[in-house]
């Protein structure tokens, strides 16, 4: 298959796997966190990955991508970045 990234990025894949997990009955718990910089939200990222918790989506949006999420929803923009946590 071709993939074609951002930025010119040109590759193509010749393996692939797929790992799947089993799904928890119960609730879905939603965790969205605003940080000031995007290293920030890494960071924090980083240590929920270290941590041994293993959520089903983790997320970061930058402030571009919240900047044009905020003007399609009319919402206020704090101009920071977004870290959105599944479990």
């Given at each position: 298959?071709?993939?074609?990234?951002?930025?010119?990025?040109?590759?193509?894949?010749?393996?692939?796997?797929?790992?799947t997990?089993?799904?928890?009955?119960?609730?879905?718990?939603?965790?969205?966190?605003?940080?000031?910089?995007?290293?920030?939200?890494?960071?924090?990222?980083?240590?929920?990955?270290?941590?041994?918790?293993?959520?089903?989506?983790?997320?970061?949006?930058?402030?571009?991508?919240?900047?044009?999420?905020?003007?399609?929803?009319?919402?206020?923009?704090?101009?920071?970045?977004?870290?959105?946590?599944?479990?």
């Amino acid at each position: 298959a071709l993939m074609i990234g951002s930025e010119g990025t040109l590759g193509v894949v010749v393996e692939a796997t797929l790992r799947t997990r089993r799904i928890v009955p119960g609730a879905t718990i939603v965790i969205s966190a605003a940080f000031a910089t995007v290293d920030d939200a890494a960071r924090a990222s980083a240590v929920i990955s270290a941590s041994g918790l293993t959520p089903a989506v983790m997320e970061l949006l930058g402030p571009s991508a919240m900047r044009h999420i905020s003007d399609l929803l009319g919402l206020t923009d704090d101009g920071g970045a977004r870290l959105i946590i599944q479990f």
